[in-house]
């Protein structure tokens, strides 16, 4: 029964795939046990402000030919940027672009009958159309989920150009909408390869552990280019498991199997080598296995309640002020979430780098992903329910494999009450369930009532989730009605809470203000939110987790004030430079106390 409902579930997305190829295709996994052509590196780069880009038909470069030609562009003679990397940070010109910008690179292949090619990107913030030997071969809308192309046919022998259309415009029915709380960096953000794959390849696989058990793997192994059924194979060294399925015609081969397993979790992040077989093709993966569930009240980690002691934060390089995109990037941010004390990340509020979430694995932490389903978001707009579905699909494509996360949050503070909203994340949440039930989901909601110094805690989309997420900002945003420690609560349910988010910005360094203003930007008034959240936590029914907002002070264009935050928000824990405030101290503290 189970496997007829995978089955339905791979068929569906293959459809769904199939009836999009105009667009880009969805990313096989794990790249990074492929065959590729790393295309990192220096790419030559045309801004293009206005976008006179497309009617010159820049990805032709066409050179004159005779005396009377000549076209107002070139890519020779260009500037050029690094790939991966966000476009804003690379040249002081360009720091709030948010418009066009082609990037170019040339490269050699030499093709082979029995191989299958395409390019693989990690991410291009936020609308790519890319070009190949001056043919458009597909577009892409959504900044932070990989994207890719079969160039089988198109790629020659000898030399190639790419180029790519980056466009970092706001979108109004785009995910984010046109306002947000961080910085717009556009670019080709994350890692592009060259990938070679034989004619039937691995496409995709789901190895974890069925719901409910701690030693059955209930999944599924995606091949793309078979012509009739296949032995598949997977084995696990370490522990003896050599497990053998078949595909059916359409690729599609169940996995079942049984094993010993030491359980991933904070404490013990282990992880597994898994090496998954076909007849011309093989990938190796390192797999954790966990369980994660509710249970009443509680959520159980391997079967034990957890507390999640959680940070947010953002894809930034605080050292560069620019976008983070490696693992050296996402070792500063990680390392500074082990040191608080912390056993979760939110990765808010979109889906970080491949890298940050394999390290965080690595490292011990559990992730919340995110959907940039932020805020204002036009529900109205009969576009955006299909474009949210097809972004979720690439979030949970890319990472189903990883024991880390926890957790799929579909949506952060979504504004508009309206029937359109609620219909559309309910539809969302139901397709994540029937595309991965091994993991919670959430939608994180802000507006809360707060009256006589007491919550009401109510959305019609709490009913859907599996735990209730709210963000509250008292002591900043909403002054405080009584003391915290006697705050009351009422919940729409008896649903486990995560108060995903809390805090007040501070300058480091500005302690100069009277203890209880916060025009005064100082840490002891943000140290002091931090004391009375803490207090109020006590008392809040059913709470599994807390999240500061947020890690480090991060770069938002809307925050102004020329004295305190200079483009910064600075809800950071610690500065930009990698300064401790004093809030860090408290926090760190709590963590210590909570021992799970
Ligand atoms: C929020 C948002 C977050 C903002 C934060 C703030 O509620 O979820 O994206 O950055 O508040 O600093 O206002």
């Known amino acids: 029964k189970l496997f007829t409902k995978i089955k339905s579930i791979a068929f569906l997305v293959t459809l769904f795939f199939c009836c999009t190829s105009l667009y880009s295709q969805s990313a096989m996994t794990n790249v990074e046990s492929r ?23 820049v990805w032709k470069e066409k050179k004159p030919e005779k005396k009377t030609d000549f076209y107002e562009y070139s890519f020779e003679g260009s500037p050029t940027m690094k790939v991966p990397g966000d476009f804003n940070s690379q040249m002081v010109e360009i720091t709030y672009l948010e418009g066009i ?62 180029v790519v259309k980056v466009n970092n415009k706001r979108l109004k029915n785009g995910l984010p909408s046109l306002g947000f709380d961080w910085f717009n960096y556009g670019g080709i953000t994350r890692d592009v390869n060259l990938i070679e794959t034989s004619k039937c390849y691995i496409e995709d696989y789901h190895i974890q552990l069925e719901k409910h058990s701690d030693n059955e793997v209930l999944g599924w192994v995606q091949l793309n280019g078979v012509s009739k059924s296949e032995k598949v194979k997977i084995k696990i060294p370490e522990l003896n498991i050599e497990y053998e399925t078949i595909s059916n015609k359409n690729g599609l081969a169940e996995v079942k199997f049984s094993g010993e397993f030491e359980l991933w979790s904070p404490q013990n992040p282990k992880l597994y080598s898994v090496i998954i ?100 978001i036009e529900f109205s707009n009969p576009d955006v329910p299909q474009k949210m579905d097809l972004m979720m699909k690439e979030m949970i494509r890319r990472d189903r494999n990883r024991a880390a996360v926890v957790l799929w949050s579909l949506s952060n503070e979504t504004y508009s009450f309206t029937e359109n909203r609620d219909n559309a994340l309910i539809e969302l949440t139901k397709q994540c369930k029937l595309l991965d039930d091994t993991r919670l989901i959430t939608h994180v909601i802000n507006n809360q009532g707060y009256d006589n110094n007491t919550f009401n805690v109510w959305d019609t989309l709490y009913n859907h989730v599996d735990i209730i997420a ?18 009351k609560w009422k919940f729409v349910n008896d649903k486990p809470v995560f108060i995903s988010e809390f805090g007040g910005e501070s300058l480091y360094g500005s302690n100069y203000g009277p203890k209880d203003e916060a025009a005064s930007w100082s840490e002891e008034y943000q140290e002091k939110i931090y004391q009375d959240q803490i207090e109020m936590f006590n008392n809040v029914p059913n709470l599994i987790g807390v999240c500061p907002w947020i890690l480090v002070d991060y770069r938002s264009s809307g925050r102004m004030h020329p004295v305190y935050q200079k483009g910064y928000n600075r809800k950071g824990l610690i500065s930009e430079n990698g300064e401790k405030k004093k809030s860090w101290y408290i926090m760190k503290e709590y963590f210590q106390t909570e021992n799970n």
Request: proline share 4%; with cysteine; hydrophobic share 35%.
């Open 35 to 57: 065959n590729t052509t790393n295309l990192n590196g220096d790419w030559t780069v045309i801004i293009d402000p206005t976008g006179t880009g497309d009617w010159r038909q």
């Open 470 to 487: 709210l963000n509250e900002y008292l002591g900043w945003y909403v002054p405080w009605q009584g003391k915290p420690s006697e705050t």
């Open 101 to 162: 910008v082609w990037y170019k690179k040339e490269f050699t292949h030499t093709t082979k009958s029995n191989k299958r090619n395409f390019i693989h990107f990690g991410a291009v913030n936020y609308v790519a159309d890319v070009y190949l030997n001056g043919e458009h071969i597909g577009s892409h809308e959504g900044g932070f989920t990989p994207f890719q192309f079969e160039i089988t046919d198109k790629i020659k022998s000898g030399k190639n150009a790419l």
């Open 277 to 376: 077989k076909s007849k011309n093709d093989e990938v190796t993966d390192e797999i954790g296995f966990r369980t994660i569930e509710i249970k009443g009240k509680e959520v159980l980690l391997n079967n034990k309640p957890i507390f999640f002691k959680s940070v947010n934060i953002h894809e930034e390089n605080p050292y560069k002020a620019a976008k983070a995109y490696s693992e050296e990037d996402a070792l500063i941010l990680l390392n500074w979430a082990k040191e608080l004390g912390c056993n979760m990340v939110r990765l808010a509020h979109y889906p970080h780098s491949e890298h940050m979430v394999k390290l965080a694995e690595k490292m011990g932490l559990m992730v919340w992903s995110e959907l940039p389903v932020y805020q204002h």
